[in-house]
C-alpha cells in the first residue's frame, strides 16, 4: 500500500515540530478526559482539577518550547514562534484562574467546552492565512456562544446569549464577506501576498472594503466600540469565571491576532485603513468610559470598562508589530486584573447576600465591611487600581508601554487619547470604592469565608502574583522580534 | 544602601501593620513608635552621612526596565536631605499624637507608613519614570486617610484631592514619556547632561516642561489651581492635615527645583514672570480668603495657599536668595503649619468644631496650649526670630531684585497674613471662653505634649540658628542658579 499524501513533507515531523505542537496536543488529551469525566456525572470539582492540570501542563509545554525557532505547520495555516508561545502562557494562565471560579454545578460540558474555546484561542494569534483565521475564529466562537448561554434561564441569560449569538453569527458573515473581497483583488488568502499586493499600491477599494469588514468582525470580538452592545450583557449574566474567561483569555488572543494578521496583510499600511481603525479605537474610549459612569451594576460597569481598555489597545494597533510587546504585557494585566475583580465580585456577593454576582449594584457594596473582609477588600481595590493604570500596579506599565510606543510613532493624538480616557475611568473606579470603604457598613451580617469562598479568594490572590510575575519575566525575556528598544531606534 | 532603605522601610513597616490588624490598638500604636524609630536611624544616618557638594549622585540603583532607559535610582542630595528630615520629625510626631486615640487603629497607621515610603520615595528618585510611580503612590493612601477617617464631607474631598492631583499627574506622565522616546533615558543626571535644546514654549523643551510644572503646581497648589486644598484640608483628619501640609505640597516645590529648574532652565526662564504673577496673586488672594473664613481649618488651608505662594515666587525669582529663601520657608511653612494643625486637631478631638465663633477664651482654659498655638501661628505670620520671617525675608529681597512690582504687591501678604492670624487668635485663644470651650475640658495627655513640643523647638533652632540648614542646601541652590545662568542651546 502506498499513501503519498502520507509521506509528503507536511507529515515528516521532526522532535521540533512535537515541542511546538505539544501545547496543543495536552490540551486535546484535557478534552477528551473532560468529556469522560462529564460521561460519569463528574462533580464541578472534577471538572475544575481537570481543567486546571491541562492547563497547567499547557504552560509547561509552551514554557519549554520558549526560544526555539520559528516553525511554520501546512503552510501558512500555522506559524508557531516565540510570540505565539508567549500568547498561548497568558491564555492559560487567565484560564486556569477562571476555571478556579467557575460555579456550575448542573452543566458539565462547561469543562470540555471551555477547553476547546482554548484551543482556537491558542491558534488564532498563529494563523498566516485568512482561511486559517476563520476556522480558528469559529473553534473558539462556538463554544463560546454555549458558554454564554449556560445560565439559561437566570439572569437574563437567554436574552443575552441569544444577542450574542446573533450578532456572532453576523459577523461571521461579514468576515467571511470581507475575506472573499480580500481574495478577489489579491488571488490569494495568504497574509504575505496580500501585503505584497498592497504594497505595489496595486489595491482598490474592493481591498480596503474587503479589509474593514474584517476589521469589523474582528472589532465584535474583543466588544469595540460600534459592536460591543453584547459585551455588557454577557459579562453580566454569564457564569462569572466563564465571563472573566471570555472577557480576558479572548480579548487577549482576538487582539494578538488582530495585531499580526492586520500587519502581515499590510492592511495598516492602508492609510484609510489605519485611520478608520484608530478611529473605532477612539470611539470605544469615549463610549466604553461614558457608559461605564453611568452603571449601577457592578459587572455591566466592569463590562463597559473593558469596552475602553479594548479601545486603547485598538489606538495602538496600527502602530504594527513594534507594539507588540507593550500590546500583550497591557492585554495580559487588564486581563488579569478584570479576573481578579469578577474572582471577588464572586467572594462579596456571598458577604452581601444577593443570589448571584449578576444582581450586584455598586451601592451594594456598602454592606461589605472592609474590616471583616479585609482581605477580599483590598484585592479587590489592588486589581480596581490596577486597571486604572495607577503605579506601581501592573497596569500602569502596560499603560506607558502603549502610550510610548505610540508616541515615538508619531501618534501623539491617539496617546493624548489614552491619556484623557484614563482620567474618565478614575471616576468610574473611584466611584467603586465609596461605598466599599468610605461609606460606614450598613450590614452587619458576619463574615464566614465559607469553602465557596476560598476559590475565588485563592484564584484572586493568585490573580495578583501572576500579575506581577508577567510583568518582569515578560519585561526580561520579551521575544525579539517586537524588542522595544530596537522599534524605538527604527521610529526615530 | 541607606537611600533603599529610607523608602523601603516605611512601605515594610506599612505592610507589617497591616498583619496586625487583629492585634490589640496598644500593641499596634506602639509597634507603629518602633518602626519609626529604625526609620529614624536611616534617616540619622543620611543626615550624618551627607557631603554637600555634589548634585545627583546615584548611592543606589536597579535596572528594573532597561528598554525604556529607566532604573530605580535614589540619591540624596542638598535638595531633598531637609524634606526628607522634616517629613521622618513629622511621621515620628505624629505616631506619638495616635498613641491611645481610638480610631487611629492599624490601617490608618499602616496608610500612613505606606504614604511616607511613597513621599520620601519621590525624593529620592532621579529617575522620571521611579519619580512618577513614587509620586502617584501617594494619591492611594491619602484618598483612603482623607475620605475614611475624614470628617463629614470627607468623600466629596478625598475625590476632590485625587481628580485635581491625577489630572495634573497624567499630563506629568505624557511629558515623561515625550523625553524618554525622544532621549532613550530617564535618568535626571542623563537627561541634565543632554541639555535639551530649547525653542521657545511651543518647542519640546517648553511642552515637556508645562507638562512637569502643571502637575506641579496643580500640588503646591499655585493659584487656580488651588481650589482642592482648602477642602482636602479641612475634612482631612490631623495626621493627614499635618502631612498634607508638611510634606506633600512641599514636593510641589521640590519637584519645580528638580524636575523643572534643573532640566529646563530655558523654559522656566520664560515662564518665570507668569508664575510670579500667579504667586503674587495667590499670596493676596490666599490672605484675604483666609480672613474671610469662619473654619479654623478652612483658614489654615488658605493661609497655606498665600504662604505657598511665596514660594513660588522664590523658585521663578531666579535670585540666589529667593530660591534659598524658598527652600527654607519649605521647612519653616511644614514646621509651622504643621504643628498649627496639630495644636488645632488636638482641641478638636475633644470640642468636634471647627467654627471660629464656637470658640474663645483658650489661654484662660489652657494657657500652655495656647501658648503653644499662638507661637505656631507668629512663626506662620513671620514674627522676627521665627523660621517664617527668614523664609519670606529672602524670598521678598530676591524678588525684589527681579521684579519690584511683584515684590511690593506680594509684601502685603506679610502684612495680611499678620491680619489674619491675629484675628484668629483673637477670637479663639483670647476673650471671653466660647461656648464650646466652656462644656470641654482642654487636658493634654503626655503624648500628645511630646508630639508637640519638639515642633516649637525646632522652629525656635530654625528661627535662631538657620545656618546649619543653610549649609546643607547652600551648594543645591548655588549649583541651579549657575545653571539657569549657563543658560544652553539658545
Redesign the interface.
Known amino acids: 500500500m502506498n499513501y503519498p499524501f502520507f509521506e509528503s513533507e507536511v507529515f515528516q515531523l521532526t522532535n521540533a515540530h512535537w515541542v511546538a505542537l505539544s501545547p496543543y496536543l495536552v490540551l486535546c488529551v484535557g478534552i477528551v478526559l473532560t468529556t469522560i469525566a462529564a460521561g460519569f456525572k463528574a462533580k464541578v470539582c472534577t471538572h475544575r482539577s481537570l481543567v486546571g492540570v491541562t492547563f497547567v501542563a499547557t504552560a509547561l509545554a509552551a514554557i519549554y518550547g520558549l526560544g526555539s525557532e520559528a516553525i511554520n505547520f501546512f503552510g501558512t495555516s500555522l506559524l508557531i514562534n516565540d510570540m505565539l508561545r508567549w500568547t498561548i502562557l497568558a491564555i492559560v494562565g487567565i484560564g486556569f484562574l477562571a476555571a478556579l471560579f467557575v460555579d456550575e454545578e448542573e452543566h458539565g460540558e462547561w469543562s470540555t467546552l471551555l477547553l476547546i474555546s482554548t484551543v482556537g484561542l491558542c491558534l488564532l494569534p498563529g494563523a498566516r492565512d485568512w482561511v486559517a483565521f476563520f476556522v480558528y475564529l469559529e473553534t473558539l466562537a462556538i463554544p463560546g456562544y454555549v458558554l454564554a448561554g449556560l445560565r439559561l434561564r437566570r439572569d437574563g441569560g437567554f436574552e443575552a446569549s441569544l444577542k450574542y449569538l446573533l450578532m456572532g453569527a453576523f459577523a461571521s458573515a461579514l468576515l467571511l464577506m470581507g475575506m472573499t473581497l480580500v481574495y478577489g483583488v489579491a488571488g490569494s488568502f495568504d497574509y504575505a501576498v496580500i501585503r505584497d499586493v498592497v504594497g505595489r499600491d496595486l489595491f482598490s477599494t474592493m481591498l480596503v472594503a474587503g479589509a474593514l469588514l474584517i476589521a469589523i468582525s474582528s472589532a465584535f470580538k474583543v466588544a469595540l466600540a460600534p459592536v460591543h452592545m453584547w459585551a455588557a450583557d454577557i459579562y453580566q449574566s454569564a457564569p462569572t469565571g466563564i465571563a472573566a474567561f471570555l472577557a480576558g483569555a479572548g480579548k487577549v488572543a482576538v487582539f494578538m491576532a488582530m495585531l499580526s494578521a492586520f500587519s502581515a496583510s499590510g492592511f495598516f499600511e492602508i492609510a484609510v485603513f489605519s485611520k478608520l481603525f484608530m478611529i473605532i479605537g477612539a470611539a470605544s474610549v469615549i463610549v466604553g468610559n461614558l457608559l461605564a459612569l453611568s452603571q449601577k451594576n457592578l459587572r455591566r460597569m466592569l463590562a463597559y470598562s473593558s469596552v475602553a481598555s479594548a479601545g486603547y489597545v485598538a489606538l495602538t494597533l496600527p502602530v504594527g508589530e513594534t507594539a507588540g510587546t507593550a500590546i500583550l504585557l497591557y492585554l495580559v494585566t487588564y486581563a488579569l486584573g478584570f479576573l481578579l475583580c469578577f474572582a471577588c465580585l464572586e467572594g462579596l456577593v456571598r458577604i452581601t447576600g444577593k443570589p448571584s454576582t449578576a444582581s450586584l449594584e455598586i451601592s451594594d457594596l456598602k454592606q461589605v465591611d472592609s474590616?471583616k473582609a479585609?482581605l477580599i477588600v483590598a484585592l479587590f481595590s489592588l486589581g480596581i487600581?490596577s486597571m486604572a493604570g495607577?503605579?506601581?500596579l501592573p497596569g500602569?506599565l502596560g499603560k506607558?508601554?502603549m502610550?510610548?510606543d505610540l508616541?515615538?510613532a508619531g501618534h501623539t493624538a491617539a496617546?493624548?487619547w489614552i491619556?484623557t480616557g484614563?482620567?474618565l475611568g478614575?471616576?468610574y473606579y473611584?466611584k467603586i470604592?465609596?461605598p466599599l470603604?468610605?461609606?460606614s457598613p450598613s450590614g452587619n451580617k458576619t463574615v464566614s469565608l465559607r469553602s465557596s469562598v476560598k476559590g475565588p479568594l485563592a484564584s484572586a490572590g493568585l490573580a495578583l502574583v501572576l500579575m506581577f510575575v508577567w510583568v518582569w519575566a515578560f519585561?526580561y525575556m520579551?521575544p525579539s522580534n517586537s524588542?522595544?528598544?530596537t522599534a524605538?531606534v527604527e521610529?526615530? | 544602601m541607606t537611600a533603599l532603605m529610607l523608602f523601603l522601610w516605611p512601605l515594610l513597616s506599612g505592610l507589617a501593620l497591616l498583619c496586625l490588624i487583629k492585634a490589640p490598638l496598644k500593641v499596634v500604636q506602639w509597634t507603629n513608635l518602633a518602626l519609626h524609630l529604625v526609620w529614624g536611624v536611616f534617616v540619622w544616618k543620611a543626615w550624618t552621612d551627607f557631603v554637600p557638594g555634589q548634585m545627583g549622585t546615584v548611592s543606589f540603583s536597579w535596572n528594573w526596565f532597561p528598554s525604556l532607559g529607566s532604573s530605580l535610582a535614589l540619591g540624596i542630595d542638598g535638595l531633598s536631605l531637609p524634606l526628607i528630615v522634616l517629613n521622618f520629625i513629622l511621621s515620628f510626631l505624629l505616631s506619638f499624637y495616635s498613641l491611645g486615640k481610638e480610631k487611629l487603629g492599624a490601617t490608618y497607621l499602616a496608610l500612613f507608613s505606606i504614604l511616607n515610603s511613597g513621599s520620601v520615595g519621590s525624593l529620592l528618585a532621579l529617575d522620571a519614570l521611579a519619580f512618577y510611580v513614587f509620586w502617584e503612590f501617594m494619591l492611594i493612601p491619602m484618598y483612603f486617610l482623607i475620605g475614611k477617617w475624614g470628617s463629614k464631607n470627607r468623600v466629596y474631598a478625598a475625590l476632590k484631592f485625587f481628580a485635581f492631583t491625577m489630572a495634573g499627574s497624567l499630563l506629568m506622565l505624557l511629558a515623561i514619556i515625550a523625553l524618554g522616546t525622544e532621549y532613550q533615558t530617564l535618568s535626571w543626571n542623563a537627561l541634565r547632561d543632554a541639555q535639551i535644546p530649547y525653542n521657545g514654549l511651543g518647542g519640546f523643551q517648553g511642552l515637556v516642561f508645562l507638562g512637569f510644572l502643571v502637575a506641579f503646581a496643580v500640588k503646591i497648589p499655585v493659584w487656580p489651581l488651588h481650589t482642592w486644598l482648602p477642602d482636602a484640608h479641612t475634612e482631612a483628619p490631623t495626621g493627614a492635615s499635618v502631612i498634607l501640609a508638611g510634606v506633600l505640597l512641599k514636593l510641589g516645590v521640590y519637584g519645580i527645583a528638580r524636575w523643572g529648574l534643573a532640566l529646563f532652565p530655558l523654559a522656566a526662564q520664560d515662564v518665570a514672570t507668569v508664575m510670579m504673577t500667579l504667586g503674587a496673586i495667590g499670596v493676596v488672594l490666599g490672605s484675604f480668603a483666609a480672613w474671610k473664613q469662619t473654619d479654623i481649618k478652612r483658614m489654615i488651608a488658605y493661609s497655606s495657599v498665600a504662604h505657598l505662594g511665596f514660594m513660588v515666587l522664590g523658585l521663578f525669582a531666579f535670585q540666589e536668595e529667593a530660591l534659598q529663601g524658598a527652600m527654607f520657608q519649605n521647612l519653616a511653612h511644614g514646621l509651622s503649619t504643621g504643628a498649627l494643625f496639630l495644636i488645632f486637631g488636638i482641641i478638636y478631638d475633644r470640642t468636634h468644631t471647627r467654627e471660629i465663633s464656637q470658640y474663645g477664651g483658650l489661654a484662660s482654659k489652657n494657657g500652655l496650649l495656647a501658648t503653644a498655638f499662638v507661637f505656631s501661628a507668629m512663626a506662620s505670620i513671620g514674627l522676627p526670630g521665627l523660621p517664617g520671617f527668614i523664609g519670606e525675608f529672602l524670598i521678598l529681597s530676591g524678588t525684589f531684585f527681579t521684579n519690584k512690582t511683584i515684590a511690593l504687591v506680594s509684601l502685603s501678604g506679610v502684612l495680611l497674613g499678620a491680619v489674619y492670624m491675629l484675628s484668629m487668635l483673637r477670637k479663639v485663644v483670647f476673650g471671653p471662653v466660647g461656648p464650646t470651650l466652656e462644656s470641654h475640658e482642654i487636658k493634654l495627655t503626655w503624648n500628645e505634649w511630646v508630639s508637640v513640643v519638639p515642633l516649637l523647638v525646632l522652629m525656635l533652632i530654625l528661627g535662631m540658628q538657620p545656618q546649619f540648614l543653610f549649609e546643607k542646601s547652600k551648594f543645591a541652590v548655588e549649583w541651579i542658579m549657575s545653571l539657569m545662568a549657563s543658560g544652553w542651546g539658545v
Open positions: 474590616k479585609g487600581f495607577i503605579p506601581p500602569f506607558y508601554l502610550i510610548s508616541w515615538s496617546a493624548i491619556i484614563s482620567m478614575l471616576a473611584l470604592m465609596v470603604y468610605l461609606d519585561a520579551a524588542d522595544m528598544s524605538r521610529a526615530r
